[in-house]
């Protein structure tokens, strides 16, 4: 008969070798022994085994989150992001030491054993029911493995994480059946460099390489002996042990593995009193996550990368089988970021406009042809902080832009003269373009109901003295409003958003564009990654390009994913993209546009301003790079830009190509120094009427070490060093939300070009629409 401890119960042995039998009788070996009296629940064995030929994949090949990296068109680090900081390594770039020490403290005999160890659960039995609790427990190297990868799925949902670490029978009996079976099918070495790649270290570390990183910012292949027993240590408590933030303790725990290690034989005595006596010695590099870490102020581009990836279906059907994807991480992503031109858009805004000023300012190149986006970038840096935002300027509500997006002013006009010239109208077409008009009584629109003019309030160009008859490059070039709404009136709006809607012009909040006549004049807020990619389909030649900033990714495994890719189509003809590309020619060589002008090559844009100068805007390209400039007010609260500083810079008024247009130069120019000279393709225009009335308007003096004057790009230009004045205030806002512009002669509105007829033409000079 079983001798009794005094108190009539059982010994611990006793009691341990009761607990073995049932176990055994039960068809499972119970490991853990956290759970006083699992033996007596008598658990049928067939109910105990069944499934154990069901070992789930990812045991063996186990799910886990990595961080993914970021690179620009080049190769080069822009951010790393991940849901979870870890790199997984193979087994031989590992220490030998880390892989002792951390078998030696968690499972010494981990090599000797199955997935269970008897003598471990014996011993863990005998103790617990001395102390009569839970105290020792006696999970295997493998078993603390399969919880891990259950804890590795439930991610960041606590109560799949609850219920992965719940101290229920159930659970124990689900990890032995598993252990059992990732030891057959993948051996000791294999589960040791599982465990090391999935386990916590702390300090939001998972896996050893990211922990040896963190600590001691070198690779795990390279720990020394202290710095191994160190990392093992951490293990059973990452919290109590952490060596960041409590030394002492943490040099206690490196000292029991140490001598772990040296009672196991893995190193000497000697060795371990040696190792014993060194102090902690910590070199932290600190946990680096997200866009915030961009470099080269592509916070926002990155952003842009991952809102790109949650919301295209070419990485999964659903938004949460994107995201799953994406927080699993282990992406390499090798961007369309160019570095020489996203280093050109810092540049420009910085020597504009300064982070703590009451406005901000967005760039965004794009290339013509292939909708690579080349640059982004803003003055209110990517962050939390003061004068930071998350809001990305330059894209729409929907990839993290701002909910409306920006009144885009006379920028839109362009649009407006592709649709009529595909309509038939000609270049030639002449408007009386009075100083101030009402709207048409009535618009045609796409429906049955025409727009009715419900309002007396007039439209008005920026000067008095602004008054036609006008063609349309003359109306191009000095920004007339009241030719536009003469266009739109005897055209009707459905032409014009069956434009935009070739074009992917649609408001930055997703809604649909109105079909007033208002929008020929800018009023609905747009984005400037839109303009850019809308313009860059005039420097196509009129063939539309989707926008794509990811040109491939592979993941853990160095396997390539599909990605995106950019789709063209035609959305006008060739002779209505050179048409307007010879209109805008003219808005930057002599028009409100001349201070955006480059000097090396060339160049077409148009300027915008909207009410009470809330906004001003530059969209221009050359045949290899289209760009949006904006500024204007990035907050709730809308900043009127008259008579204020920017920049260190002082404004009367900001007009679109006074601030906007210069940003855009210095940006476009960098961007494309030492790049291939294309020219466009132009068509003969006829010869202008003279505006009898078109007036001058005051230049401002010029900005030494700005662009247009001094030291930058555009010196010897109208605006440059070698000119007295800038044009400052040419292009401006309207009561209806447009811009125009004036010129330095009243009699001449082109200065310095010769308007005969096929001057901009083509090769055979007769200015009948000749292309080259």
């Known amino acids: 008969m079983a001798k009794k401890r005094s108190g009539g119960g059982l010994s611990g042995s006793q009691q341990a070798a009761k607990f073995l039998g049932v176990s055994v009788l039960s068809g499972v070996v119970l490991a853990g022994i956290a759970i006083p009296g699992a033996g007596a629940l008598g658990l049928a064995a067939k109910g105990t085994v069944?499934?154990?030929?069901?070992?789930?994949?990812?045991?063996?090949?186990?799910?886990?989150?990595?961080?993914?990296?970021?690179?620009?068109?080049?190769?080069?680090?822009?951010?790393?992001?991940?849901?979870?900081?870890?790199?997984?390594?193979?087994?031989t770039a590992i220490s030998p030491y880390m892989q002792k020490a951390i078998v030696a403290i968690e499972d010494s005999r981990f090599y000797e054993h199955g997935a269970v160890d008897l003598k471990g659960i014996l011993r863990a039995v005998n103790r617990n029911a001395q102390e009569g609790g839970a105290a020792q427990g006696a999970s295997t190297l493998t078993q603390q493995y399969v919880k891990n990868v259950f804890v590795e799925e439930a991610g960041d949902d606590e109560t799949k994480v609850r219920e992965a670490q719940q101290k229920s029978l159930g659970r124990k009996i689900r990890e032995l059946k598993y252990s059992i079976q990732v030891e057959e099918e993948l051996g000791k070495k294999k589960i040791l460099e599982n465990y090391l790649n999935i386990t916590y270290f702390g300090q939001q570390a998972y896996g050893i390489e990211s922990a040896s990183r963190r600590y001691f910012s070198k690779a795990a292949k390279d720990l020394d002996l202290e710095e191994a027993a160190l990392l093992a240590g951490l293990v059973q408590s990452p919290s109590r042990y952490d060596p960041v933030n409590d030394s002492t303790e943490a040099m206690k725990r490196r000292n029991v593995v140490l001598q772990r290690m040296a009672d196991v034989k893995d190193i000497s005595q000697a060795e371990a009193d040696a190792a014993k006596a060194k102090p902690v010695q910590l070199k932290v590099t600190r946990p680096k996550n997200g866009c915030i870490t961009a470099v080269k102020g592509a916070g926002f581009f990155c952003d842009y990368v991952r809102n790109t990836f949650l919301s295209d279906p070419v990485f999964g059907n659903t938004r949460e089988d994107r995201a799953k994807i994406w927080?699993?991480?282990?992406?390499?992503?090798?961007?369309?970021?160019?570095?020489?031109?996203?280093?050109?858009?810092?540049?420009?805004?910085?020597?504009?406009?300064?982070?703590?000023?009451?406005?901000?300012?967005?760039?965004?190149?794009?290339?013509?042809?292939?909708?690579?986006?080349?640059?982004?970038?803003?003055?209110?840096?990517?962050g939390f902080g003061k004068n930071e935002t998350q809001i990305n300027f330059s894209v729409d509500k929907r990839m993290g832009g701002s909910t409306y997006g920006f009144p885009t002013g006379s920028t839109f006009k362009p649009f407006v003269a592709a649709a009529a010239i595909e309509q038939g109208m000609t270049p030639s077409k002449t408007y009386a373009a009075p100083y101030s008009m009402l709207y048409p009584e009535t618009v045609q629109t796409c429906g049955d109901n025409p727009w009715v003019r419900d309002s007396n309030k007039p439209v008005k160009n920026e000067k008095e003295s602004e008054v036609g008859p006008y063609a349309m490059r003359e109306a191009m070039a000095l920004s007339v409003n009241t030719y536009f709404v003469e266009m739109i009136g005897e055209m009707g709006v459905c032409p014009l958003t069956q434009m935009t809607n070739k074009l992917r012009v649609i408001p930055a909040d997703g809604t649909k564009l109105k079909e007033v006549p208002a929008i020929s004049l800018g009023t609905e807020g747009m984005s400037p990654l839109t303009m850019a990619n809308a313009y860059a389909t005039f420097a196509n030649r009129g063939t539309y390009c989707s926008p794509v900033a990811i040109e491939s990714i592979t993941d853990s495994h160095g396997k390539a994913l599909a990605v995106p890719k950019s789709k063209c189509e035609r959305v006008m003809s060739e002779n209505t993209a050179d048409t307007i590309n010879t209109l805008l020619l003219g808005v930057v060589d002599s028009g409100t546009g001349r201070q955006a002008g480059l000097t090396d090559r060339?160049?077409?844009?148009?300027?915008?301003?909207?009410?009470?100068?809330?906004?001003?805007?530059?969209?221009?390209?050359?045949?290899?790079?289209?760009?949006?400039?904006?500024?204007?007010?990035?907050?709730?609260?809308?900043?009127?830009?008259?008579?204020?500083?920017?920049?260190?810079?002082?404004?009367?008024?900001?007009?679109?190509?006074?601030?906007?247009?210069?940003?855009?130069?210095?940006?476009?120019?960098?961007?494309?120094?030492?790049?291939?000279?294309?020219?466009?393709?132009?068509?003969?225009?006829?010869?202008?009427?003279?505006?009898?009335?078109?007036?001058?308007?005051?230049?401002?003096?010029?900005?030494?070490?700005?662009?247009?004057?001094?030291?930058?790009p555009g010196d010897g230009r109208p605006g440059g060093a070698n000119a007295g004045t800038i044009a400052g205030t040419l292009g401006g806002g309207t009561a209806d939300g447009g811009t125009t512009g004036g010129t330095d002669d009243p009699t001449d509105p082109f200065p310095g070009i010769t308007l005969e007829p096929g001057i901009i033409g083509g090769p055979n000079g007769n200015g009948n629409g000749g292309r080259r």
């Open 50 to 91: 069944e499934g154990f030929d069901e070992i789930p994949a990812n045991l063996k090949t186990p799910p886990l989150s990595q961080r993914t990296t970021i690179l620009d068109a080049e190769g080069g680090l822009i951010a790393t992001v991940y849901s979870r900081d870890r790199q997984v390594v193979p087994l």
């Open 602 to 712: 060339q160049s077409a844009g148009k300027t915008g301003t909207t009410d009470y100068r809330y906004n001003a805007w530059f969209v221009g390209y050359t045949p290899n790079l289209a760009g949006a400039t904006w500024v204007g007010s990035g907050g709730s609260k809308q900043v009127a830009m008259e008579q204020i500083t920017i920049g260190g810079e002082y404004y009367d008024k900001v007009f679109g190509g006074g601030l906007p247009g210069p940003i855009w130069k210095q940006a476009v120019s960098g961007a494309l120094a030492g790049r291939p000279v294309v020219n466009f393709s132009t068509v003969g225009l006829p010869p202008e009427s003279q505006a009898p009335n078109a007036g001058s308007r005051p230049g401002r003096p010029n900005r030494p070490n700005k662009p247009g004057g001094g030291d930058k």
């Open 327 to 382: 927080n699993q991480g282990g992406l390499t992503i090798r961007t369309t970021l160019d570095p020489q031109s996203q280093d050109s858009v810092n540049e420009s805004i910085k020597d504009h406009v300064d982070q703590e000023d009451r406005v901000a300012t967005a760039v965004t190149l794009v290339e013509p042809g292939t909708g690579r986006v080349m640059a982004m970038g803003q003055s209110k840096p990517y």
